[in-house]
């Protein structure tokens, strides 16, 4: 599975960015895609996931981080095999390297990081 991430830039307080994460590969193998970020000096975080195995009975549920509850969305687009994190209201705390990730049985796949830079 190879995840390719897109979308990140610098945007003012209070603004919107949409992430985009495309997969290519064993795609049929997902269960699962998120977005995790890492701020500097911190931890990697859990930001948002998604359920994206059609045979789950969760499918399409989702799964969101306290702190972005409310002003940020993850979505799949199925056809494109890829998913979005649609983020708004953005503060100077989402300042981070955003990584998305797919999770195939027990094994993790990270796409390259795109960076978010908010400024106050």
């Known amino acids: 599975v190879q995840l390719q991430a897109s979308g990140g830039g610098l945007v003012q307080a209070g603004g919107s960015l949409r992430l985009s994460c495309a997969a290519s590969?064993?795609?049929?193998?997902?269960?699962?895609m998120g977005w995790h970020r890492q701020a500097p000096g911190k931890q990697r975080e859990l930001v948002a996931t998604?359920?994206?195995?059609?045979?789950?009975?969760?499918?399409?549920?989702?799964n969101y981080a306290d702190s972005v509850k409310g002003r940020f969305t993850i979505v799949r687009d199925n056809t494109k095999n890829t998913v979005y994190l649609q983020m708004n209201s953005l503060k100077p705390d989402d300042t981070a390297v955003y990584y998305c990730?797919?999770?195939?049985?027990?094994?993790?796949?990270w796409g390259q990081g795109t960076l978010v830079t908010v400024s106050s």
């Open positions: 998604v359920i994206t195995d059609g045979g789950s009975t969760n499918y399409g549920s989702t």
């Open positions: 590969g064993s795609i049929f193998t997902i269960k699962a």
């Open positions: 990730s797919a999770l195939v049985r027990f094994t993790t796949y």
